[in-house]
C-alpha cells in the first residue's frame, strides 16, 4: 500500500510547523508499519495531549486522543482487552515523562506488549515552548528564559531500569535506523520504548540558536553514534544510538490470562 | 536487481511547508527550493532513488516513482 492508504487526508497538510521532526517520525512510522504488512484494523493508536501526540489523529487506524499523560493508562486497558491488536503509544518528552511519568515507568515495570514511541523534541511546543524533562541542563525556553537549570531524564536508562524488554534510541535525521527500529518495536513481546530525537525548529531550535530544520538534523547526526562505537570511545559525550536492551520476560496479558484460569480453577 | 532509475518525482505542492529538508540533504542535489519556498525537482537526472527525501519529509508531501520494480529491503 502507499502512504497515502495509511492517513487521513481530510486532515492534510497536517498542523505541525515546517520541518517538525514529529512528521518525520510519522513518515518512518508509516513506512514501518508497511513493511510488516499488518492490516490497518489491527493497530490503535493511543495518544495523550500536545504536537506529538496530533500523529494518531493523522493516521487511519483505531486512534484514541486521551488525557494528558495518561495514554498508557488508556492503552493498557485497551491491550487487555484485546491483546490481539497492535497498541502503539506516540508521546511527547513531557508527555510521557513529566505529566505522564508514573505511567511511564509503571507499563514499563509490569511488561505489557504496547510500542511506546518517545517523539524527544525537549520542549512543550504546542503550550508556547516552556522547558521540558528532556530540556537539559543551560538551555533556553520560555519558562527558562536565563537558562533552565533542571538536568534531563535519559530515557533510555528510566526506561531500562523500570524494565522495559525492549529499549531503543534513534534520530529523525536516521530516518532508516528510525523505521527498522520502530518495526523491531512492534514486534516484541512485551513493553518496547523507543526514544526518538525530534527537533522542534520554532521553538527550541529559534530559542537555543539551533537554527532551522535542516541545522538541527545536522546536529543530530554530529552528536549522536552507533552504539559501542569507537567515536563514543574517543568523545563520551556523543549520545549512543541504536538498541541498547532486548529480552525476554514474562508479557503482561499472558500472565493475566495464566491468573485468571487458576482463578478458574480455583487453584 | 537492476540499476535503480527514476520515474518520476511527485511534489504535493499543497503539503510541502518549504522546510529545505529533502533540498540540503539531497546528495546529487536534485531538488532545489523555489521562489514560494516549495521544493522542486531540477535535476531528476542525477537521481539515484535513495528515497531519503520522501523518506525525510516531514510534510509527506515527496513520492518517488521509481522505473523498476525495487526489491523491498533496497527501499531502506
Known amino acids: ?267 | 536487481m537492476g540499476k535503480r532509475k527514476l520515474k518520476e518525482l511527485q511534489i504535493n505542492r499543497e503539503w510541502c511547508k518549504g522546510c529545505g529538508i529533502c533540498a540540503a540533504f539531497c546528495a546529487k542535489k536534485v531538488l532545489e527550493m523555489d521562489e514560494l519556498d516549495k521544493a522542486v525537482p531540477v535535476r531528476t537526472e542525477d537521481c539515484v532513488v535513495c528515497r531519503l527525501c520522501e523518506m525525510r519529509c516531514p510534510d509527506l508531501a515527496i513520492e518517488i516513482v521509481a522505473e523498476e520494480q525495487i526489491e523491498e529491503e533496497d527501499i531502506g
Open chain 1, 1 to 267: 500500500m502507499a502512504v497515502k492508504d495509511y492517513i487521513r487526508e481530510r486532515f492534510f497538510p497536517h498542523m505541525w510547523c515546517a520541518g517538525c521532526g514529529h512528521g518525520i517520525v510519522l513518515n518512518g512510522l508509516i513506512r514501518a508499519v508497511e513493511k510488516l504488512g499488518i492490516d490497518k484494523s489491527a493497530i490503535v493508536m493511543v495518544s495523550g495531549i500536545g504536537c506529538s501526540s496530533r500523529i494518531a489523529g493523522y493516521l487511519d487506524f483505531h486512534t484514541l486522543h486521551t488525557l494528558h499523560g495518561r495514554a498508557l493508562a488508556f492503552a493498557t486497558g485497551v491491550k487487555l482487552s484485546k491483546p490481539e491488536l497492535n497498541v502503539i503509544v506516540p508521546m511527547g518528552d513531557g508527555d510521557a515523562l513529566a505529566i505522564g511519568g508514573n505511567h511511564f515507568i509503571h507499563a514499563a515495570r509490569r511488561n505489557i506488549n504496547i510500542t511506546a514511541i518517545v517523539m524527544n523534541n525537549r520542549i512543550y511546543g504546542m503550550t508556547g515552548g516552556q522547558c521540558s524533562p528532556l530540556s537539559g541542563y543551560g538551555t533556553l525556553a520560555s519558562t527558562a528564559p536565563y537558562t533552565n537549570v533542571d538536568q534531563s531524564f535519559d530515557v533510555v536508562q528510566l526506561a531500562s531500569a523500570a524494565g522495559a524488554t525492549f529499549v531503543a534510541r534513534s534520530t529523525g535525521f536516521h530516518v532508516q535506523q528510525m523505521t527498522e527500529i520502530i518495526q523491531e518495536a512492534i514486534l516484541h513481546n512485551g513493553f518496547s520504548v523507543v526514544e526518538v530525537m525530534s527537533q522542534c525548529p520554532t521553538y527550541f531550535g529559534r530559542r537555543n540558536r539551533q537554527g532551522d530544520a535542516v541545522d538541527m538534523l545536522k546536529y543530530m547526526q554530529k552528536i549522536t553514534t552507533p552504539i559501542g562505537s569507537k567515536a563514543k570511545e574517543q568523545n563520551p559525550e556523543l549520545i549512543e544510538r541504536g538498541v541498547f536492551v532486548r529480552k525476554e520476560l514474562p508479557e503482561y496479558c499472558s500472565a493475566y490470562d495464566t491468573v485468571i484460569r487458576r482463578a478458574k480453577e480455583g487453584k
